[in-house]
């Protein structure tokens, strides 16, 4: 029933035809591929560039269990294709996998520079977001683990080292509870991405264990900056990275930040007071105006959250005639953070423009990770197996991207040497 020549029936702007272009055009003894080259004596092992052909092939099918794509290489035409009808086990499909995780990430980088020196990443403008990807873990194993920390802590020293070892080993002690949008808490790990404006392709990414964003911004900055070849970058993100600290690290840098400052709003008296808004600062004198016209001096400084309190005179809270409209308390007190100046300028660049921007730019990577590759969860277990995973399914999503930027026979003609 088949043709005596598979390559008959795979049209020339089939996906596999990419996939077998960009792995062959792989250094794999470079990226850290095992047995990239066949030992002298002996039998030979697969070679890795088949079985990561196998894998992409497979992120891009919705199929990532090694017995399943074990099935395939046995009844898919197009696998037998990619693989000349090699058929290997699913140990071994899934050895590949595990021994491979860095080496898979530099193959993922490795198609990203690639693009750059095809002149396809020059814009200089990216938008960051972070999605929450379920793990493995269970939630009750999770609950458990906490549950053991927190009791942990306060056991006498002596103590500790019995009751650890009577506690059954977590096979995933990384994960964490993190709210999902549908799911509410679950065991998850936070996903960040970093998508290229202009062509959509994703440049950086990282499996963290932060359950906010936060803390992410910098980070993910860094690993824009050893991609992409811009004279001036510009970040465009959500509230959630709004972080004075970080974002003064970015302005150093001279990375321009399009941001939303994430400002507390005063919810005293139901929210009929005054906001802080309504208080103008004096950076010559250190010091608050408030809307009668009565100075707030610097209290004390919160190194926690690095704030600093300002506070007015009690006797003039008392007697002002604002006072009902202002605070409930003895005096009005405002807060100032350490890098107000940043976080100013920062939000202002953020236009309602920029934010439309960074919807249409990052959300529909992700929509399209967790629908089409992922089924919104990790099946290895650990923060190293779930960042080999979506190192995988980035690739896979990058290749389909630049099939639709470029066409796949004009792609397979780009990858091949010249």
């Not at 999902?180 to 808490?185: D, Y």
């Not at 202002?326 to 920062?346: E, G, N, Y």
Request: net charge positive; with cysteine.
């Amino acid at each position: 029933m088949f043709p005596e020549c598979l390559d008959d029936v795979i049209p020339a702007d089939h996906a596999c035809r990419v996939i077998d272009a960009f792995v062959d055009s792989l250094d794999m003894a470079m990226l850290g591929f095992i047995r990239s080259v066949a030992a002298a004596t002996g039998r030979p092992g697969y070679d890795p560039r088949d079985l990561l052909k196998l894998y992409l092939y497979g992120y891009l099918q919705q199929v990532r269990s090694s017995r399943r794509l074990e099935a395939e290489c046995h009844r898919n035409i197009e696998v037998m294709w990619l693989l000349n009808r090699l058929s290997p086990d699913h140990k071994v499909i899934a050895e590949f996998r595990r021994l491979h995780r860095d080496a898979i990430t530099r193959a993922g980088a490795r198609l990203i520079q690639w693009a750059r020196s095809q002149a396809m990443l020059q814009g200089g403008w990216v938008a960051i977001d972070g999605s929450k990807f379920r793990a493995v873990s269970s939630q009750k194993r999770v609950l458990a683990r906490e549950a053991l920390r927190r009791y942990l802590a306060g056991l006498d020293d002596a103590d500790r080292p019995a009751v650890e070892t009577a506690v059954m080993p977590d096979p995933e002690p990384e994960a964490r509870l993190m709210r999902t949008a549908q799911e509410g808490n679950k065991p998850a790990y936070n996903v960040q991405t970093a998508v290229e404006t202009q062509t959509g392709l994703i440049v950086a990414h990282e499996v963290t264990t932060e359950a906010t964003d936060n803390r992410s911004l910098w980070p993910m900055v860094e690993r824009v900056q050893g991609v992409l070849d811009s004279s001036e970058l510009h970040v465009i993100a959500d509230a959630g990275y709004s972080s004075g600290e970080q974002a003064r690290r970015c302005e150093e840098a001279g990375i321009v930040t399009h941001i939303p400052a994430n400002r507390a709003v005063n919810t005293q008296g139901d929210g009929t007071l005054f906001d802080r808004s309504a208080f103008a600062y004096d950076a010559a004198t250190d010091t608050f105006r408030c809307p009668a016209g009565d100075m707030l001096a610097r209290k004390q400084v919160a190194r926690r959250d690095r704030s600093v309190i300002y506070a007015a005179r009690a006797s003039r809270c008392t007697a002002c005639d604002l006072k009902p409209q202002c605070t409930t308390a003895k005096q009005r007190f405002v807060s100032r953070h350490w890098d107000d100046d940043v976080l100013q300028r920062m939000h202002a660049r953020a236009t309602p423009e920029l934010m439309r921007l960074r919807r249409c730019t990052v959300e529909r990577p992700f929509a399209e990770l967790k629908e089409r590759l992922f089924g919104r969860r990790f099946l290895l277990r650990g923060l190293a197996g779930a960042a080999c995973e979506m190192a995988l399914g980035v690739m896979a999503f990058n290749l389909k991207r630049l099939m639709s930027l470029l066409g796949a026979v004009a792609l397979v003609q780009r990858l091949q040497p010249a």
